[in-house]
């Protein structure tokens, strides 16, 4: 072998080492900061409790208030973020000329690079007060805007990831269809679509990871009130949302309270590790089935 093979070979090793070790190192900071607070706080009651006041004087540790924040935020992302991305994936591959998807495509991963601060105020100034136009009783903080607009964030991750799985599609799969007659339309939804599922469903689980991680557009936009509720109307919090409140606050360290952002992050991070795994587990299944 040669001295650079081995050079770069041992880069990689160092790397994948690196990433190992910082996984590890999360892991630690989170359990080291979150097994205190269990052993204060319930396990039961902080998973099924319904009310999350712990910078009250009446404190209540059940994180269900947060979760559901963070679940209909990321519900409402997806919601218009799947049915857009997957459009546009579905035009650039079928319809646009190649000269037209060399340059929309670029454009669209622009949106990716937008600080997330810029999307929550846009949420707050231009999406909220627009639609308090048709819905009076919509709060000033709220999570159908921060939804919203959440979903045209992450919009560029959809459609790009979807695109690249469906050129992926071998194109005599493509020829086949127009051989049997079948429309544009026809191969675009029921040959190619079908064929790159398993990419489109990994951009979209991670699309959700993406999207229950969010912090900064949601804090702005969303208000900071824990409610166990999925009434997108009023003001809610999500788990980053409160860690970023407490972190930046006056809460003590090393208090009871402080440790509240470990269980919310040890939370976050178990939600984010099994979305992972789960792209990642159906991308192999597909694989396996298709090999």
Known sequence: MKLSEKIIEGLLWLAATITILVTIGIIWVLLSGSIPFFQKV?????????????????????????????FLTTAIAIAVALPLGLTIAIYLNEYAPARLKSTIKPVLEVLATIPT?????????????FLQ??????????????????????????SS???????????SLREAAYGMGSTRLQTAFKVMVPAASSGIIVSVILAISRAVGETMLVAIAAGQ??????????????????????????VP????E?????????????????????SFWIKKKYQEKYD
């Open 161 to 171: 990831l979807s695109e690249d799985a469906i050129s992926a599609v071998p194109k």
């Open 225 to 250: 009130q824990p409610r166990f509720t999925l009434n997108p109307l009023v003001p809610i919090e999500t788990i980053t949302t409160y860690i970023v409140q407490v972190s930046l606050g006056d």
């Open 258 to 278: 402080y440790r509240t952002i470990f269980a919310a992050g040890l939370v976050l991070f178990v939600f984010t590790f099994a979305l992972n795994n789960l």
């Open 117 to 129: 601060v810029v999307y929550g105020f846009f949420a707050l100034t231009v999406v909220t007060p």
């Open 133 to 158: 136009g048709f819905i009076p009783n919509l709060a000033g903080f709220n999570a159908l805007s921060a939804g919203i607009v959440m979903g045209i964030m992450i919009i560029p991750m959809i």
């Open 253 to 256: 360290h090393g208090s009871l």
């Open 42 to 70: 319930s396990i039961i009651e902080f998973i099924t409790g319904t009310e999350w006041t712990p910078l009250f004087a009446k404190k209540e540790f059940g994180i269900l208030p947060l979760v559901a924040g963070t």
